[in-house]
């Protein structure tokens, strides 16, 4: 794969923070992890799947409300949305992933215009 392609869909660019950041060095193997999870539900559904908001800086983080216990601010999530899925419904193949072993167990976030995941490995649902 070339220099900045993570899987077969999805390339360390689509992982940064919407302020310009790139996702720090440090936290590289994370952003692999969440990109492997990633790849196995676009696999599963065959479509492409748009990342609204992935790696997020603390001040980034800060500026938009969001949790101080963030897994964005790890490269650990990511906000998805699809052309062809609602939210709840992105969720639900999700769930199935985790419960068959596809995807890594995390936090499943039910919005109205996109789904958050994340890979932290333990269960979280709202």
């Known amino acids: 794969m070339s220099a900045g392609q993570l899987t077969t869909n999805f ?5 940064k923070c919407k302020d310009g950041s790139k996702v720090p060095e440090a936290l590289e193997a994370n952003v692999r992890l969440l990109a492997d999870q990633l790849q196995a539900l676009r ?6 799947i748009t990342l ?10 800060a500026s938009i409300g969001g949790s101080p216990k963030s897994q964005h601010k790890l490269a650990k ?3 998805l949305v699809t052309s062809k899925y609602t939210p709840k419904q992105l969720a639900a ?7 068959s072993g596809k995807m890594m167990q995390g936090g499943i976030g039910i919005y109205p215009s ?5 890979c932290r490995g333990t269960e979280a649902r709202w």
């Open 11 to 15: 390339h360390i660019r689509e992982f």
């Open 43 to 48: 696999d599963f559904i065959g479509i492409p």
């Open 52 to 61: 609204n908001s992935a790696y997020r800086t603390e001040a980034y983080n």
């Open 77 to 79: 999530a990511a906000d």
């Open 93 to 99: 193949i999700i769930k199935k992933l985790i419960k």
């Open 114 to 118: 996109f789904v958050h995941y994340d």
